[in-house]
């Protein structure tokens, strides 16, 4: 999924007190949108019709998705609840939400949005949830139910969605140079022999062999993050980082092989790959359906994304999106209900075949169908994809966002030879902690 969807955290702060004062009431009432009290039972009747609403919270998802993978399943086995899905904008946000008491029942949430959620007070440990209902987490990859649990073990969500990387090529330049097409199990140094070799002129066109997105994609593997989400202090100026930050510039620094824009977004990344066509080699995040749109115009495949040679068969972090159960919600066990729905074995296949998501699920049925029905994806390496794993989620922090821009502006510079590599490590730190200071 490509880029931390978190907001700052002098926001989730000024809002914390809004968020406590929506879950304040006590007992067995709520409020609701227009501050009545409301019974709350905790349960609703199998024939009383309820709407819970949806918040996409940084978990995209179409409006042809929402509707295969959550309400027309919801409402075929649970006819009584309906779902109203409510999308960000300019004048809808989560805190205009909050401000107005309109909080939502559910939040389509990246693992990486979690932290922000509890500063703001709206997550709910829904274990007695699971138990009451005999939902079994035994289903679910272990590393994505591990990164929607806290410490203490609080369970704050299920996973319905895993994000991947890969190693998208483009043929026609492998045809043109007469080099064998990218093989599975390749390490960092294998991919970068290749690059080499197509990194050069033709026709007065410049071609670079491979483009690695960020530094910031290739940290996955090792779990990175910029700011200790246990401490809220910058955590760069590590060994990791520094093989990090040395790997991508090695790429870049193959002469013609430079981005136009270090740093870029994975999205940037994904349209130079389909409208310049002159990048042989992408590792990045999940381009499918970017790069399926250009299938036409684009002779692509994938490959595995390398691996560095102390994490083989490692191709990121997890990257999950999640249904988080609100706090403030009167419906819980109706919410559990689209839980069990949505990441149920017939929804999962169905969201595999049918959108190319990863499941987070365990079994090998949704890999072996993944993209079955997608018409891009017809002929292409998709297991591939299957043969990594992912590290860990590290824990995040509120201010990760904030660190991330400092952070890639010192890989910017580094890599432009502006400063050597610990003094760009050790300044990111130090002004990563100063901004984190500024908005406590």
């Given at each position: 999924m490509n880029g931390q969807r978190m907001l700052c955290g002098s926001i989730f702060l000024s809002f914390a007190l809004v968020a406590a004062g929506c879950s304040g009431t006590s007992g067995a009432t709520t409020q609701s949108g227009n501050g009545d009290p409301q019974p709350q039972s905790g349960k609703t009747a199998s024939n009383v019709p309820v709407t819970l609403k949806v918040f996409?919270?940084?978990?995209?998802?179409?409006?042809?998705?929402?509707?295969?993978?959550?309400?027309?399943?919801?409402?075929k086995k649970y006819p009584h609840i309906s779902l109203e899905i409510i999308r960000p904008s300019k004048d809808v946000t989560l805190n205009s939400l909050l401000a107005a008491r309109d909080v939502p029942d559910l939040l389509l949430t990246p693992n990486s949005g979690i932290m922000g959620l509890k500063q703001q007070d709206l997550l709910m440990d829904i274990t007695p949830h699971?138990?009451?209902?005999?939902?079994?987490?035994?289903?679910?990859?272990?590393?994505?139910?591990?990164?929607?649990?806290?410490?203490?073990?609080?369970?704050?969500?299920?996973?319905?969605?895993?994000?991947?990387?890969?190693l998208y090529y483009n043929k026609d330049i492998f045809d043109k140079f007469g080099k064998s097409y990218p093989k599975d199990g390749m390490t960092w140094e294998d991919a970068i022999d290749l690059a080499r070799q197509l990194t050069q002129q033709d026709g007065g066109v410049q071609y670079r062999g491979l483009d690695p997105a960020s530094s910031y994609v290739m940290s996955f593997p090792y779990s990175l993050a910029y700011v200790d989400g246990k401490s809220d202090k910058a955590s760069m100026d590590n060994e990791k980082w520094k093989q990090v930050f040395e790997l991508a510039k090695s790429i870049l620094t193959i002469p013609g092989n430079m981005q136009p824009n270090p740093e870029p977004s994975a999205a940037a990344s994904g349209n130079l790959f389909i409208k310049e066509k002159n990048v042989a080699m992408l590792a990045s995040t999940n381009l499918m359906a970017q790069i399926g749109s250009a299938a036409d115009t684009v002779n692509w495949d994938i490959a595995q994304y390398p691996s560095y040679k102390d994490k083989p068969n490692i191709s990121g972090k997890l990257d999950s999106h999640n249904i988080i159960v609100s706090k403030t919600t009167k419906f819980p066990d109706a919410a559990m209900n689209v839980i069990e729905v949505v990441t149920s074995d017939e929804v999962q296949l169905l969201s595999a075949r049918k959108t190319a998501r990863m499941s987070p699920l365990a079994g090998e049925e949704p890999k072996k169908q993944f993209g079955a029905d997608v018409p891009y994806l017809k002929g292409k390496h998709v297991q591939a994809l299957f043969k990594s794993a992912v590290s860990p989620s590290p824990t995040y922090s509120i201010y990760e966002t904030d660190g991330k821009k400092i952070g890639q502006q010192a890989f910017r510079d580094y890599a432009a030879g502006k400063v050597d590599l610990n003094t760009a490590l050790r300044q990111a730190d130090e002004e990563i902690n100063k901004g984190i200071a500024g908005k406590k």
């Open positions: 996409q919270n940084g978990a995209e998802i179409s409006d042809e998705d929402f509707q295969m993978m959550f309400t027309d399943p919801v409402k699971v138990k009451s209902q005999s939902f079994n987490l035994t289903r679910f990859n272990p590393v994505a139910i591990d990164a929607v649990k806290s410490e203490q073990g609080q369970l704050y969500g299920i996973p319905y969605a895993m994000q991947f990387n890969a």
